[in-house]
C-alpha cells in the first residue's frame, strides 16, 4: 500500500511542478559544470524582500545585544574575503552584481555562517575562533554560502513544498486518508524528494564554491581541510537516507575532484 501512495505522490508531484512551476537556469555552468534546471512556483522578488526584511530584524536584535561587529578586526578581515568572492559572481550571474550585498559578524558561539537569498551574509565568530579558520578556509565556508544564494536554493526549496504540499492534500483528500495519513506521505514526500534534494543543493554549492573561492584567488583545496576541521567539531553524522547533507566520505570524495578542477584558475591568480 505504502508503495503505491509513494508512486501515486510522486506522479501528482510531477504533475503539479510541470504544469504551475517555471523552468529556469538561475547560473551558468562554470568550469564545475552546474547545468541542473530548476523549477520554481515562488518569485525571486518575494524571496529576496522576505530575506531583506528578516536580515534586517536579525542584525538589530544583534546590534542591541553589542553581538554586531564588535571585533573590528574581524569583520574587516570577512568582509575583505567577501568582496573579492562577490567581484567572481559574475562567472556564474552577472546580475548578481546589482544585488544589495551585506557582510556582518556576529559575536556567537555557534560555529555557523549564511548568505540568504539577494546576498545578505552573516558569519559567527564561533566558527572563525572555535576552527581556527586560513583565510582560504573562510573564503571556502563563504563561497559555499553564496553559491546557495546564486543558485537559489532556498527559493527552489520553497516552490518545492508548496508545490509538495498542495499535492499531498489533493492526494490524501482523493484517497480519504485522513491525518494519519497525509502525515505518513509527508515523510513518504520527505524520503523519496525533500533530503535527497537538499544533497543535492549542498553539494552544488561545494562545486560552485571552490571555483568561487579560486577565482577570487583562494586555494580551493582548503574546502578540503576546512570540512576536515567541521567533521571533528561536528561529531557523528546521521544515515544518508535521514541528512540533509552528503556523508563526509562522499563529500570529501568530491571537494578533492572538484578542488582539482578549478586548481589552474587559483593558480593563474598567483602569478
Request: charged residues 25%.
Amino acid at each position: 500500500m505504502l508503495n503505491l501512495l509513494c508512486g501515486a505522490l510522486a506522479a501528482v508531484l510531477t504533475s503539479l511542478s510541470i504544469s504551475a512551476c517555471q523552468t529556469v537556469r538561475t547560473t551558468e555552468a562554470g568550469v564545475v559544470g552546474v547545468d541542473r534546471e530548476q523549477r520554481m512556483a515562488v518569485s525571486a522578488d518575494a524571496m529576496q524582500q522576505s530575506a531583506g526584511k528578516q536580515y534586517a530584524q536579525l542584525m538589530a536584535e544583534a546590534a542591541k545585544k553589542g553581538a554586531l561587529n564588535p571585533d573590528q578586526q574581524q569583520y574587516t578581515r570577512v568582509k575583505s574575503i567577501a568582496d573579492r568572492l562577490i567581484s567572481e559572481t559574475t562567472a556564474f550571474r552577472p546580475d548578481a552584481t546589482k544585488w544589495r550585498w551585506e557582510v556582518n559578524v556576529l559575536e556567537s558561539p555557534q560555529v555557523n555562517a549564511w548568505c540568504m537569498p539577494g546576498g545578505k551574509i552573516a558569519v559567527y565568530s564561533g566558527l572563525i575562533d572555535k576552527l581556527k579558520l586560513t583565510d582560504d578556509e573562510l573564503a571556502a565556508v563563504m563561497g559555499h554560502e553564496i553559491a546557495h544564494a546564486l543558485r537559489e536554493h532556498s527559493r527552489e526549496r520553497a516552490s518545492e513544498q508548496a508545490m509538495a504540499g498542495l499535492g499531498i492534500s489533493i492526494l490524501s483528500t482523493v484517497a480519504g486518508l485522513g491525518q494519519l495519513g497525509q502525515r505518513g506521505m509527508e515523510y513518504a514526500y520527505q524520503g523519496l524528494l525533500g533530503l535527497p534534494n537538499s544533497r543535492a543543493h549542498e553539494t552544488e554549492a561545494d562545486r560552485i564554491g571552490v571555483e568561487l573561492a579560486a577565482r577570487a584567488g583562494y586555494d580551493p583545496r582548503a574546502a578540503i581541510s576546512l570540512w576536515e576541521k567541521m567533521a571533528k567539531a561536528g561529531g557523528s553524522e546521521p544515515p544518508k537516507f535521514l541528512s540533509t547533507h552528503p556523508p563526509r566520505t562522499e563529500r570529501m570524495e568530491d571537494l578533492t575532484k572538484y578542488s582539482a578542477r578549478v586548481l589552474p584558475l587559483y593558480q593563474q591568480r598567483q602569478r
